[in-house]
C-alpha cells in the first residue's frame, strides 16, 4: 500500500513519497493499470503535461519491452513495477523474468539502414524522455527516473541513479 | 465494453484519401492491427494518403512501426504519404527517432492536400 508522509503542516506537496512494488502477470493491459495509477500520482503531485507525458510514454515502451521481448508472452511469468514517486521525481523500476539484454549494444534505429526497421525504438524513446536510465547488469530490469520540472530545477547530480533513494 | 476501436473517420479528396484518427491514444496491438487492416485496403493501387492525427494525444513505437509499414506500400504503388495535425508532443517523438526526415509533415489536412498539387 502506498505510504504518505505528510511534513508538519500536513502538507502533500512537501514531502508525500509514495512507494510501492507491483508484481503481475506478464499481461500489457494489467500492468497499464500500474502505469495510470502512477500518472494519477504525478497529476496530483503537479507534474507538468510534458513530464507526464514523457514518463507515460517510457512506462509503455518499458512494459511492452518487458513483456514481448523479456518475457517472451509467456503470461505464467511475472513483470515486476516498483516505484517511489514524490514531489521532486519519480523513480520507476521494470523488472521481467526474461535473459535480459545489453542495452548498449542495440541497433541505432535513427541510422539510414535501420530508419525503415518496424520496430526497436523503444529504448530510444525511453533514454531520450527520461532524465536518467539504468539496465541492470542482467539486463532484465530498467530502471527510470524523471525530475519535476516545476519543483525547481535541481537538475540529476546529487539526487540521481548514483545516489541511494529513500522511500 | 469499450467502443468499438479505433474509430476513423475516411474522406476522399480529388487528389487524395484522407484518414483522420479519432482516438485520443493510439497503444494496443489489436488497435493498431484493425488500424491496419482498415487503411492498407484504401492504398491497393496508386494513392495519395493524407493521416491526420490531430486528435491524438498518445501514441507509442508501435503506431511508428505501423506508418513505415504504410509508407512501404505506398511507394511501392508510387503514391505519397502525408501525415498531419501532429501535435508537438507527438511531433517530438517523430524528432527522436529522425522519422520527422523521412515523412512528410504538414500542419494541417489542407496543408498536406496543396502539397499535392
Known sequence: MPVFVFDDKQSMTLKTTIHEKIVLKGIISELRTVCAKIMSLGKTLNYSGDDLFAIHLAMEEAIVNAVKHGNKQDTNKTVSIEY???????????????????STHLADPRLSENIYKMGGRGVLLIKSYMDEVEYSKTGNTVRMLKFNSRHGKTGGQQNGLDSSTSS | MEDVKPRIGVYYAQNATIVTLTDEKILEDEDIKALEESI????????????????????????????????????EHKGKLK??????????????????????????AKKAMLSLK
Open chain 2, 40 to 75: 492498407i485496403p484504401l492504398i491497393e493501387g496508386h494513392v495519395n494518403l493524407v493521416i491526420d492525427f490531430s486528435s491524438v494525444q498518445f501514441l507509442s513505437s508501435a503506431v511508428l512501426g505501423l506508418l513505415i509499414r504504410i509508407s512501404k506500400k505506398i511507394n
Open chain 1, 84 to 102: 517511489d514517486v514524490s514531489p521532486e521525481k519519480m523513480d520507476i523500476s521494470v523488472a521481467d523474468e526474461g535473459r535480459g539484454f545489453d
Open chain 2, 83 to 108: 501525415l498531419c495535425g501532429i501535435s508537438s508532443r507527438i511531433y517530438e517523438i517523430f524528432k527522436i527517432t529522425r522519422l520527422d526526415e523521412i515523412f512528410d509533415i504538414h500542419e494541417d
